[in-house]
């Protein structure tokens, strides 16, 4: 199941890709073989900033 968010500001809600997402970050960790990366929710109906999350990506999925 996916997460989803809320604006606070307009109400507006739903999974990730009812968001504007940014890449604010990305660390490559070659020890893990794994990718961390901050990853920006912002509304796409008024520009708040709803949430930033931290995700952690399977490093071979990039290469
Ligand atoms: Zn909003």
């Known amino acids: ?4 968010y809320a604006c606070s500001a307009c109400q507006w809600s739903g999974e990730e890709n009812k968001f ?3 890449i604010l970050s990305i660390m490559y ?3 893990h073989d794994n990718i ?3 990853k920006q ?3 796409p109906k008024c520009n ?3 949430t930033i999350i931290f995700e952690t990506l399977d490093g071979s ?3």
């Open 20 to 22: 504007v997402t940014k």
């Open 36 to 38: 961390q990366a901050f």
């Open 48 to 50: 708040n900033l709803v």
């Open 1 to 4: 199941m996916q997460p989803t």
């Open 41 to 43: 929710i912002k509304c």
């Open 61 to 63: 999925v990039a290469k």
């Open 29 to 31: 960790r070659s020890k």
